[in-house]
């Protein structure tokens, strides 16, 4: 059986035509109303009142729904329930929902949002999380996770340092914005069409706001223009809302939002601030490290406690650390509750750890690579959560990055440069990755697939995986017609659907392929062999002797004249089960929160990065010339999929540590709330080079196929931009005094380019 592994995204001809089927695509059913949500104006308040009469008598203006007409509860949170889906007597951040105007046209309930009289007594703010955390405001107690004796670090380390390191926010900006459409059927029952990557939360949270069982709810996912993390859980209220429009109207309604309303009305990226202490042995071995996180989690906990335990898993990057603490408080503030994003808290992890190496590699006037180099987790060595590095990739990949892309000798050519130019300065970095797979909830590693094999032989899957521009349909394609040896184009992918496969974990933490695509193996295995057991009656053998291949029997290695189709149209007519579902659950893995030890990861991805990066002197911008990056794919199973997800990651984190600054002004409300004053990398500022280079390896038994999740896991490789920025900026002006604050915008380069 061979694996298709150079194959494109089976979506990529349609979208290109643009004949893809996106929410807003979907045919309107006759009647349909149009949905548009009224927001608080202010961070914080007590509302006095909400005078919508006027806008009420517009005409075109259905209906007007606040809190009040929520027959179950008023309630959206996931992991801890603090927030409502309408504001009732207090609001917590500036765009959080009060009032749902349905009306026959978008444009209508436009026109009736600017009636609205509200009447609020603003109640002071928190804007800065470290103000949240002096005053004891929090999601929840604060975690810690440990690792030998701090002590013994101590004693063992010959350099101490201490200092401090703050990464921003990060809007998604999915091409697609947010939205749903709910459709009412008989008996009450509602089909919502929803832009999310969790069918099930949104089917949860509608049935515990509309006060009716989930049976009633089918939720129906075709595809997302883009998640990244924004929806895994912030997909929800809208959906929450149009299905109780719907619910009691009893008409179809619709929700898409501008894109102005989406970047007021929901989370990003967590901001963190970290302070650190690191201790180093005489020969730079790191026997110490202390750090502790404040998490500006907003005004509601959505993911938050999840993100901060991603934060904890990751808090010592790519290093082994024998003396380690590492402690994140979830600090709650008066704005947008901030939300699931590409690397769930992990990217400020592995930012602290490697601030806080470039620091002491500063403070020791040696190449950070020196440091990082010697300290690699290497096969053995604890995490701090009590698992053991397996099959560890950390040293083989740089070694391989090395050997393919000389980092001694691109040091030594930046040097030379530097010495040479003095318009122009360059620096470079490194980035070792290694990045642990698997919900760190250890419960939602599971998935469900339904596989139909039809009697013309074509066959249809459905599993719990959300398509967002990943892949991951057409690497669950391949896993079918990797077991069944039929060409993919045999194979249809269903909608993501919670009447077909029940009671789904989101499609996110990376796990998408491995966990649907496992399902899909175990289902179609078991087809499989029923397919040969029935070609074994027919040709009158031994099933042991059977094969299937390129869509036909094999005997003893000889092909037959029993082609695929016959023998599925046969197997029907003699009645065999031609349907199969497939349940997989991640084995091994477990986790002990009153410990906080255990085995949560299935395994762990590895790579590492060679950053090099331009400045002008002069006017303080700068490009990021190049990055070679060698990454453990595993054994993958598509090369074009997996290295355009590190391609984007790659670039999405670049982005979040040099150009994308998410500001608010001191009463919450957000100013990079357009694409004019917040940016994101386009093609003049992407690396004029990327090379990546498959690391060999044996890949993962866990990993669907062996071919290991990729996702999140390269959005680390964005971390080496900001540092090799900085190392630009110093061999400029001897005096700059560094610190650790992302996003290095131009502006911030050329402050620290002329400080004195
Ligand atoms: N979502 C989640 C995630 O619920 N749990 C996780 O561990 C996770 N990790 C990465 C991204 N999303
Ligand atoms: Mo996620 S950050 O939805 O994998």
Request: glycine share 8%; with cysteine; net charge negative.
């Amino acid at each position: 059986m061979s694996k298709i592994t150079d194959m494109k995204n089976t979506d990529t001809y349609r979208h290109l035509r643009g004949e893809s089927v996106y929410l807003d695509d979907i045919p309107e059913v006759f009647g349909t109303l149009h949905a548009l949500v009224f927001d608080s104006p202010v961070a914080h308040g007590k509302i006095k009142s909400v005078d919508y009469s006027e806008a009420e008598k517009l005409p075109g203006v259905v209906r007007i729904l606040t809190y009040k007409d929520i027959p179950g509860e008023n309630q959206i949170g996931a992991i801890i329930q603090d927030e409502e889906l309408f504001a009732e007597n207090e609001v917590h951040f500036v765009g959080e929902p009060i009032a749902l105007i349905v009306a026959e046209s978008e444009r209508i309930a436009r026109d009736a949002k600017k009636l609205f009289k509200i009447d609020i007594e603003e109640l002071p703010a928190i804007i800065d999380p470290e103000e949240a955390k002096e005053k004891g405001s929090f999601i929840a107690p604060p975690r810690t996770f440990k690792i030998g004796i701090s002590e013994k670090g101590l004693n063992n380390s010959k350099y101490i340092f201490q200092g401090s390191a703050e990464t921003g926010g990060q809007e998604h900006l999915y091409l697609e914005t947010q939205g749903s459409y709910a459709v009412p059927n008989e008996n009450g029952h509602i089909t919502l069409y929803s832009s999310t990557q969790g069918p099930t939360a949104v089917q949860q949270i509608t049935s515990r706001v509309l006060g009716i069982p989930m049976n009633m709810i089918e939720v129906d996912v075709r595809r997302l223009g883009g998640a990244f993390g924004g929806k895994e859980d912030q997909a929800t209220p809208w959906a929450v809302m149009v299905a109780l429009a719907a619910h009691l109207l009893n008409k179809p309604v619709k929700i898409t939002l501008s894109r102005h309303d989406d970047l007021r009305m929901t989370g990003k990226r967590h901001p963190y601030k970290a302070n650190y202490k690191i201790g180093l042995s005489e020969d730079l071995k790191i026997q110490f490290y202390e750090v502790e996180f404040i998490q500006d989690a907003g005004a509601a906990a959505d993911l938050s406690p999840a993100i901060t335990e991603r934060t904890l898993f990751h808090g010592t990057g790519s290093y082994y650390i024998p003396n380690a603490e590492i402690t994140v408080y979830s600090c709650k503030t008066n704005l947008t509750p901030n939300t699931a994003f590409r690397g769930f808290g992990g990217p400020q992890g592995f930012f602290a750890i490697e601030a806080a190496v470039q620091l002491a590699a500063d403070k020791l006037n040696v190449p950070a690579h020196k440091i990082q180099e010697i300290n690699l987790i290497k096969e053995g060595d604890e995490f701090p959560y009590g698992q053991f590095a397996e099959n560890a990739e950390a040293i083989n990949s740089w070694k391989t990055a090395d050997k393919n892309f000389s980092i001694e000798k691109t040091y030594e050519e930046i040097l030379k440069f530097n010495k040479e130019n003095t318009k122009f300065k360059k620096g470079m970095s490194l980035t070792p990755l290694c990045f642990g797979i698997s919900f760190t909830n250890t419960g939602l590693n599971q998935a469900r697939a339904l596989v139909h094999i039809y009697t013309d032989g074509s066959i249809g899957i459905s599993t719990g995986a959300i398509e967002m521009g990943q892949g991951v349909n057409t690497k669950i394609k391949q896993v079918a017609a990797h077991v069944f040896s039929v060409p993919v184009n045999r194979i249809k992918l269903e909608t993501t659907n919670t009447t077909r496969v029940a009671n789904t974990s989101p499609t996110a933490a990376s796990s998408g392929a491995d966990l649907n695509g496992k399902a899909v193996e175990i289902a179609s295995k078991k087809l499989l062999q029923r397919l040969k057991e029935t070609a074994g009656e027919i040709l009158n053998a031994n099933t042991n002797d059977i094969e299937i291949k390129d869509e036909f029997v094999f005997l003893n290695g000889k092909k037959t004249d029993l082609s695929w189709d016959k023998l599925v149209n046969d197997a029907y007519w003699k009645r065999v089960k031609l349907s199969e579902k497939g349940h997989y659950a991640t084995p091994e893995i477990h986790f002990d929160k009153t410990k906080e030890k255990g085995h949560p990861f299935a395994y762990h991805v590895y790579g590492t990065a060679i950053t090099v990066a331009k400045v002008d002197t002069m006017r303080g911008t700068y490009e990021i010339e190049d990055v070679k990056i060698v990454h453990d794919f595993g054994k993958s199973m598509n090369i074009f999929l997996d290295k355009g997800q590190v391609e984007g990651a790659l670039i999405q984190g670049i982005g979040w540590l040099t150009i994308e600054e998410i500001r608010f002004n001191e009463k919450g409300q957000l100013l990079a709330n357009a694409l004019s004053t917040y940016k994101v990398p386009d093609i003049h500022s992407v690396p004029k080079i990327v090379d990546i280079l498959e690391l060999e390896t044996e890949g993962a038994e866990h990993a669907v196929l062996k071919s290991k999740a990729v996702g999140e896991p390269p959005f680390i490789y964005g971390t080496g931009s900001f540092f090799a920025v900085q190392n630009a900026i110093k061999a400029f002006n001897p005096n700059y005094k560094p610190d650790f604050k992302a996003p290095i915008t131009h502006e911030k380069v050329l402050t620290g380019l002329y400080q004195e």
